[in-house]
């Protein structure tokens, strides 16, 4: 059964950067499949936001609004991908989930942004 398992600091102060991981049980980040490896935050009181994916083969991709400040990467011999966020605000105070596709999530991670 495929697992996905959100890590990393729960509070950041404003001009640093945000750090996750996700690593990933019961299923390779390598295998070839349709769905992408995602990051979708949810802010308080407001939807869902995609913020960007790695494909099996490495291939990444970026929401528009956070491309500039946005990296995801991964490590595939610890089966893990992970999400940096650069020059972070209040504004990126949020719960951060890794997905596969929309059908595997991630507990979420709250992460708060905060001097």
């Known amino acids: 059964q495929l697992q996905l398992q959100e890590s990393g600091p729960g509070l950041v102060k404003p001009s640093q950067t945000l750090s996750l991981t996700c690593t990933v049980s019961?299923?390779?980040?390598?295998?070839?499949?349709?769905?992408?490896w995602n990051w979708i935050r949810q802010p308080p009181g407001r939807g869902l936001e995609w913020m960007g994916a790695?494909?099996?083969?490495?291939?990444?991709y970026y929401s528009p609004s956070l491309r500039s400040r946005s990296s995801i990467s991964r490590d595939t011999s610890k089966n893990q991908f992970t999400l940096q966020l650069t020059s972070v605000t209040p504004e990126d105070t949020a719960v951060y989930y890794c997905?596969?596709?929309?059908?595997?999530w991630g507990q979420g991670a709250q992460v708060t942004v905060s001097s």
């Open positions: 019961g299923g390779s980040i390598t295998t070839n499949t349709y769905w992408s």
């Open positions: 997905t596969r596709g929309l059908g595997h």
């Open positions: 790695i494909t099996y083969s490495g291939t990444t």
